[in-house]
């Protein structure tokens, strides 16, 4: 049966405060637990009025006091951003106050425009490059290699689930060289999503981690009573994508009626290619799109993911959902 879990953005809504955003994210993960999903993720983006989870490991404290059993993690922590020791400290800290719970997944992209490396002070060309070398050192951090400068305290003795995040080739050969989990972002970037999977289960070698391969796919979710309902709690997202993509972010908009039929040709073309991994409808219609997923990609996991400006509207969508996927 796959695993499902739930990917969420800490949407701040239009009217809204980030520390509305940061309980109602509380909400959605005890919920998530509740119901049996398997681990509760979030991202790390920097620069977005719309999305509070820049202070990634303070999020991921804040939710596991908010829950108890449900795995917690990244998804993911943009390394080029950080030195590995950071992250390890950060991580090892976590691991000890949430034992058993932690996923470290880990990413390649900057999680924000060409300005963040100019507010941190980083060439993030360079340290994406560094990328590969980076996960090796936070491994031996981890493990407390001897041969290290420095002992990460916290951090030595971790041990954090590391996952490689994606969505090119890149990630795939990475992970599968590394013998690690692979997550393919396809709720945005579904492109490469076929090749990336066959690429990573054609490559892999098995390590003391993994001994075969293990992937998960996003998807973007919307579940109610109605189709016409799904569609309309899906616009706020899709608004936001929008506005993403033109270069104008900002906080979750409510929802309009109609919004993909009032966009012009070019904007929604490229929106649909965007949303293309997406379940929006009825539970009849999540279950019929997410098996077709599930058979399509071989998917070991599914993280659902889907903001809404009413943040009832996200607790309905995932119990509908889960309801729609049992026995998948």
Avoid at 6 to 24: K, P
Avoid at 177 to 188: E, K, V
Avoid at 219 to 246: G, W
Wanted: hydrophobic fraction near 45%; aromatic fraction near 6%.
């Amino acid at each position: 049966m796959t695993q499902i879990s739930v990917l969420d953005f800490v949407s701040v809504v239009e009217g809204g405060t980030v520390a509305g955003a940061l309980e109602e994210t509380a909400r959605l993960a005890k919920l998530a637990e509740d119901l049996g999903c398997d681990r509760f993720w979030m991202a790390e983006h920097h620069g977005m009025p719309g999305i509070a989870s820049s202070a990634l490991a303070v999020c991921l404290a804040h939710v596991g006091h908010a829950t108890s059993t449900i795995r917690i993690g990244s998804g993911g922590v943009m390394l080029p951003n950080h030195n590995p020791l950071v992250i390890a400290e950060q991580f090892g800290t976590l691991d000890a106050l949430f034992p058993g719970r932690i996923d470290l997944g880990l990413g390649r992209a900057p999680g924000a425009d060409s300005r963040i490396g100019q507010m941190l002070r980083k060439d993030l060309h360079a340290a994406a490059q560094r990328f590969p070398q980076d996960v090796l050192e936070l491994r031996a951090l981890f493990a407390g290699d001897p041969a290290l400068p420095l002992q990460a305290s916290p951090g030595a003795g971790a041990s954090p689930e590391i996952w490689l995040l994606g969505s090119s080739l890149f990630g795939a050969q990475l992970a599968a060289m590394l013998g690690l989990p692979y997550a393919f972002a396809s709720h945005f970037a579904p492109a490469a999503l076929d090749e990336a999977l066959q690429v990573y289960r054609e490559t892999f070698t098995p390590s003391e981690t993994l001994d075969r391969p293990h992937v998960m796919v996003a998807a973007n979710c919307y579940a109610a009573d109605t189709r016409e309902k799904a569609e309309l709690i899906a616009s706020s997202m899709d608004q936001s994508f929008v506005a993403l993509r033109t270069g104008t972010p900002g906080r979750l908009p409510p929802p309009v009626p109609g919004y993909r039929n009032s966009l012009p040709p070019a904007a929604l073309a490229g929106l649909q290619a965007m949303r293309k991994v997406s379940a929006i409808g009825t539970a009849d219609d999540v279950r019929e799109t997410l098996a077709a997923l599930i058979a399509r990609t071989g998917a070991d996991e599914l993280i659902l993911t889907g903001s809404t400006y009413d943040p009832e509207a996200r607790l309905t969508s995932l119990k509908i959902a889960m309801q729609a996927v049992e026995g998948l």
